[in-house]
């Protein structure tokens, strides 16, 4: 649907409708509703073509509508994607590919690629944009894991591995230490082997922190996830401060530096800008961007569908500003392609 085409509802106008307009916003392109004298969407709404529809009219429109095509993730099921799977069942292994639904999963895992996801799959979070569980975790995380994921990785013949956990939160380290051992034990096995960390903020915890710094992952990656304005509705567990710190210190020890954010939940693009700015005074290098999408009707709703031209500029602007590299893309993650933006950012340096 076009843009500068909108829709006015007649009829009763009450909270039902207009949660069922903010949900249709959020599945696909549906463009401004005018609920009575009041707009839901971007306007201005003397710029939009009204056509009048009545709420259930809507309501079929709502079912019928689609993702915008760019967003549509092509998976192939593969002999790299079955022999992925059937090494992560042996080996006992979560990956945040299967737990966070991640987009890309038949891509990565049809190259041979994955990224683990360390000491169990409950996270103590709860994030509104993410789709891994919530729950508060039973017991200390598997003491054999870091071997297992070292002897997986050298099964797949990595030469670059991302690792990343839930938030542990009922841990006095936030599970750090698990992460250095995970590091330790994927060199032990294969000492040429490249290693991405992807941490949560650890609480802020300092002395959690320097456990894994003192580890030396290649690249240690925390996600920004969204601009500071909506953190509290995002990420409430989260303070966009804290996150600005551990990336300070991460860089400040000589470690490689690396975040993600998502774009479509109701960011402007002066704060992402801010955002780039903030990342570059604190030594970050590499800066992935990606459009968020809406797990579940329990999730936060998508606000907008960037098209793919707008990554382009966002790229460009993040340069710009000093960035090393921008990795920006409708289905980038944060360990999309990892080896490569690694690789990428250490040119431009």
């Not at 069942?89 to 987009?103: F, G, H, I, M, Y």
């Not at 508060?136 to 054999?144: A, S, T």
């Not at 000492?191 to 580890?215: F, N």
């Not at 240690?220 to 995002?234: A, D, F, G, I, M």
Request: proline share 7%; with cysteine; hydrophobic share 45%.
């Amino acid at each position: 649907m076009d843009f500068d085409r909108g829709f006015r509802i007649h009829g009763p106008v009450d909270a039902q409708v207009e949660a069922a307009v903010r949900d249709a916003q959020a599945i696909g392109r549906l463009p401004d509703v005018l609920l009575g004298e009041r707009l839901i969407g971007t306007g201005p709404v003397d710029r939009l073509e009204l056509v009048d529809v009545s709420a259930a009219e809507l309501g079929q429109l709502i079912r019928t509508e689609r993702l915008p095509r760019w967003v549509i993730a092509k998976n192939p099921i593969s002999g790299g994607f079955v022999q992925t799977n059937a090494l992560m069942r042996n080996k006992s292994l979560t990956t945040v590919c299967q737990e966070a639904a991640c987009p890309n999963i038949g891509r990565c895992w049809s190259r041979l690629t994955a990224t683990f996801m360390i000491a169990g799959s409950n996270c103590t979070r709860g994030c509104r944009f993410c789709n891994i569980a919530t729950a508060r975790p039973i017991g200390p995380p598997d003491p054999d894991e870091p071997v297992r994921v070292a002897e997986a990785a050298a099964q797949m013949n990595l030469r670059f591995v991302v690792v990343t956990a839930v938030a542990r939160d009922d841990l006095p380290d936030g599970g750090a230490e698990h992460f250095a051992a995970t590091i330790r034990a994927l060199r032990d096995r294969n000492p040429d082997i490249k290693v991405e960390v992807l941490i949560p903020d650890l609480r802020g915890s300092r002395e959690a922190l320097d456990i894994v710094i003192d580890a030396a992952p290649d690249v240690l990656n925390h996600n920004t996830e969204t601009v500071p304005r909506l953190y509290s509705r995002v990420r409430p567990g989260a303070r966009y401060a804290r996150t600005l710190e551990l990336l300070a210190r991460s860089a400040a020890s000589g470690l490689r530096t690396k975040t993600g954010i998502m774009v479509g939940l109701g960011e402007r693009l002066p704060e992402i800008t801010t955002v780039f700015s903030d990342l570059v005074a604190v030594g970050c290098e590499l800066v992935t961007v990606g459009q968020y999408l809406r797990p579940s009707p329990a999730h936060l709703p998508v606000a907008r569908f960037y098209a793919p031209a707008e990554y382009g500029a966002l790229a460009a602007r993040g340069h710009q500003l000093g960035l090393s590299h921008v990795e920006a893309g409708p289905l980038v993650r944060s360990s999309f392609e990892a080896d490569r933006v690694a690789e990428l950012g250490a040119v431009a340096v």
